[in-house]
């Protein structure tokens, strides 16, 4: 019998030393190093500082104290299980038989069996779901070490656990938890994994946005990111001439009459033009956490795992850098709050310049905010903002001389109330002849 075209293509596959799992699949997570591209825009942003999670980073040996904890959260999360002992090992007998499936994930040249021999895989799934039920019902005690209720530790645990190579696949998680509900005999009350997942991290990078559900996800990274999005659809493909951006720096649109605020209310993504003003929300780049959360997601749209999203973080970091051309700008965009920065000038056009610089953008996601804008800035209803401002510049300069040439020091002052006075009373005496000159007959 012939040979099926599958197993055709696993001899060929052989051959040619191509693993399975390294074929790409729009169905499969995908977990991988970040290209060393992207990598260069701040080599720390992408690497775990307290929890390393999957197998990429399993072997830094500064993050080996962390496991201990891990350990904890594992007998914690049994605990509340009628049997724990039962639930241990249906749990260990689960992921023996899907842990391969899921390492499948991470790729070639990962250390796959040192991860797996030491039930790392699953201990490292239990930490997570322990660590989401706590913080969905804020069950976390001050001498815990992953204590929750402290801002620094919610933000470096969020951190950690969006970047891109830190990832667990989130089939395992829901694998875990359906193991977990089917030994107590009930669900979890007012308890959804998704949603536990988002609120945590918008409540610790403190990007407060209501959570929308989202099938299919494949691991943490990704449900935050497609609750980042903005509800905005217009996009449009970007040709070799790289149409997109503001055509004008931000001092230039503020010169023009069009105002730019802070807006409080939405998501960053999230920015919209209106009768002449642009709203932002503010972006934090003094926020190491929040910098390395931005640069994780442009990793991963840059690395073709959102199959079809329209590079909306890529677009918003592009947009950005058409705003920024010279420190004016800056200064400006701090004024407004748009930008938060403690450092500043180079540092922030470096940073936005770093990024454009590196990434690839195929899909753009603000052309008609664009357009409109430039529009604005053309219109007849800019060129009557541009006389305005010519004739306050013209006034002032006029004022400027007035107080430089009579209202300097106190004698200029008198001789040019002096000379007024003259000025007044000849202009009297002119008139007051003229009318004596008229009525005499």
């Not at 950690?160 to 694998?175: G, K, S």
């Not at 918003?316 to 700008?329: F, G, T, V």
Request: contains cysteine; charged residues 25%.
């Amino acid at each position: 019998m012939e040979d099926s075209r599958e197993f055709q293509m696993k001899r060929i596959e052989s051959e040619l030393g191509i693993e399975r799992d390294c074929r790409d699949t729009p169905t499969k997570c995908k977990i991988h190093r970040v290209p060393s591209k992207l990598r260069k825009i701040k080599e720390d942003a992408y690497s775990p500082c307290m929890v390393s999670i999957g197998p990429l980073h399993s072997t830094n040996a500064d993050l080996q104290k962390m496991q201990e904890y891990k350990r904890h959260y594992v007998v914690y999360l049994l605990n509340r299980t009628p049997q724990p002992e039962k639930t241990w090992n249906d749990a260990k007998e689960a992921f023996h038989h899907l842990e391969t499936t899921y390492f499948e994930c991470y790729g070639s040249g990962t250390n796959e069996n040192l991860f797996l021999q030491d039930g790392s895989f699953l201990i490292d799934c239990c930490f997570i779901l322990e660590f989401f039920i706590r913080s969905s019902v804020n069950d976390f005690n001050y001498y815990d070490h992953m204590n929750v209720n402290n801002p620094f530790m919610a933000s470096a645990v969020a951190r950690d656990l969006l970047l891109f190579e830190n990832q667990i696949p989130f089939a395992a998680l829901r694998a875990l938890l359906d193991t977990i509900e089917n030994s107590m005999g009930e669900r979890f009350p007012n308890f959804s994994l998704t949603e536990s997942v988002y609120c945590f991290f918008t409540s610790s990078l403190r990007l407060y946005k209501k959570p929308k559900p989202i099938k299919n996800c494949r691991h943490l990274l990704e449900i935050f990111y497609y609750n980042s999005l903005s509800s905005v659809s217009v996009i449009r493909w970007v040709n070799g001439d790289g149409s997109f951006g503001f055509k004008h720096c931000a001092t230039e649109l503020v010169e023009a009459g069009i105002e730019i605020q802070n807006d409080m209310t939405s998501g960053f993504l999230d920015i919209t033009f209106d009768g002449g003003v642009i709203k932002f929300s503010e972006f934090r780049i003094r926020d190491e956490t929040m910098v390395s959360v931005f640069l994780n997601l442009i990793a991963y749209e840059q690395c073709g795992s959102t199959h079809g999203v329209c590079q909306q973080i890529s677009s918003y970091a592009m947009l950005m850098n058409s705003l920024i051309r010279s420190p004016k700008d800056i200064d400006l965009l701090c004024q407004k709050g748009i930008i938060i920065a403690s450092r500043i000038d180079n540092d922030v056009t470096d940073f936005f310049d770093s990024i454009c610089s590196k990434i690839v953008l195929s899909r753009f996601y603000y052309p008609r905010l664009c357009e409109q804008v430039n529009a604005y800035r053309d219109s007849a209803e800019w060129n009557r903002h541009k006389l305005k401002t010519s004739l306050l510049a013209r006034w002032s300069r006029y004022k400027a001389a007035l107080r430089n040439d009579y209202f300097s020091n106190p004698w200029r002052i008198i001789s040019f109330v002096a000379a007024f006075i003259l000025l007044v009373l000849t202009l009297l005496q002119t008139i007051y002849a003229t009318l004596s000159y008229n009525c005499s007959p």
